[in-house]
């Protein structure tokens, strides 16, 4: 079973059985057995499938790549540690440590969970790139005094040296890196959708769709797709009283009744195509308004959804 299929699945009777599908029902309660056992098994299980991803995000070329952790270690080992400076680097490791363990034993990881690593990790890159430059000034200074002269400048350009690849590294991962990426061009046709959304009536309006983003530019409630057959989903958006159909290209393979949806139409006689995305190539939009005061008449068959 895949993710999607585990977290936004719903059963012929409407019933959410994904509990992605409204997180007050996770966060809420949990039908399986928590004793202190299962805990362990769970992390056990879970930092053998998040490791990889773990060490992905510390080493992402976004903050540096391996050259930002070398800097690090010579940042909290080049010199010796006073009581004060116990204290302090006490607590920055401390929550290091706690981001770390969150990333190892998370159900699904999530981007943004170690967004405090950069910040933590730029104040100790900074003073590794001290102790290197103090380190590359005396070591040119101990070649004799025809090379104390330049032992200042050399310091001050591997200083410079290690700032440029830095920055060439954090370049390299803009322009490489998912979260970057959907923020370009070929993604414009998701602001365009929600914008066109936005300038439609009723001023609350529901939108039936995946794309959080036209939502959030289109000012609507979002109720989610759920991964079920296409009758199923025709009879939740029906007792949601939704607006809008919003059907995004970018997640036809992951939901496979949005999928035929977004190829062959929405197949009942009250959803009417009123919006197709004309910027961007990553991710087409298309939008069906939902005349909910109609009677129901289906026009197209679809098969449910295969395990």
């Not at 769709?209 to 000012?219: K, L, M, N």
């Amino acid at each position: 079973m895949g993710y999607f299929q585990a977290g936004f699945t719903m059963d012929d009777k409407l019933k959410m059985i994904g509990p992605l599908l409204d997180s007050s029902i996770y966060a809420a309660y949990t039908p399986y057995s928590n004793s202190w056992p299962t805990k362990l098994r769970y992390f056990v299980h879970a930092i053998h499938r998040n490791w990889i991803t773990t060490y992905d995000e510390l080493f992402s070329v976004d903050i540096g790549g391996p050259i930002t952790i070398l800097l690090v270690v010579l940042g909290l080992f080049g010199r010796p540690w006073d009581s004060r400076r116990l204290r302090h680097e006490f607590i920055l490791v401390v929550m290091v440590i706690s981001i770390v363990f969150l990333l190892l034993t998370a159900a699904h990881i999530e981007h943004r969970y170690a967004y405090p690593l950069p910040v933590i990790f730029l104040l100790w890159a900074a003073a590794g790139l001290d102790v290197f430059r103090d380190w590359m000034e005396r070591t040119v200074s101990s070649w004799g005094v025809a090379a104390q002269p330049f032992a200042n400048i050399a310091a001050r350009a591997t200083v410079v040296v290690f700032c440029t690849v830095l920055m060439l590294f954090s370049f390299v991962g803009m322009r490489t890196d998912w979260f970057f990426m959907i923020q370009q061009k070929d993604f414009l046709g998701i602001k365009e959708a929600g914008q066109w959304l936005g300038a439609q009536g009723p001023k609350s309006k529901k939108m039936f769709g995946f794309e959080g983003r036209v939502a959030y530019y289109g000012d609507a409630t979002i109720i989610i797709f759920p991964y079920a057959d296409s009758a199923t989903a025709l009879r939740y958006l029906e007792a949601k009283n939704v607006d809008y159909i919003v059907l995004d290209s970018l997640n036809v393979r992951n939901m496979p009744t949005m999928g035929e949806w977004f190829s062959k139409g929405v197949p009942d006689q009250r959803a009417h195509l009123v919006f197709e995305s004309g910027q961007g190539t990553k991710d087409q939009i298309k939008i069906y308004r939902w005349d909910g005061s109609r009677a129901a008449k289906v026009f197209a068959s679809s098969q449910a959804v295969k395990e």
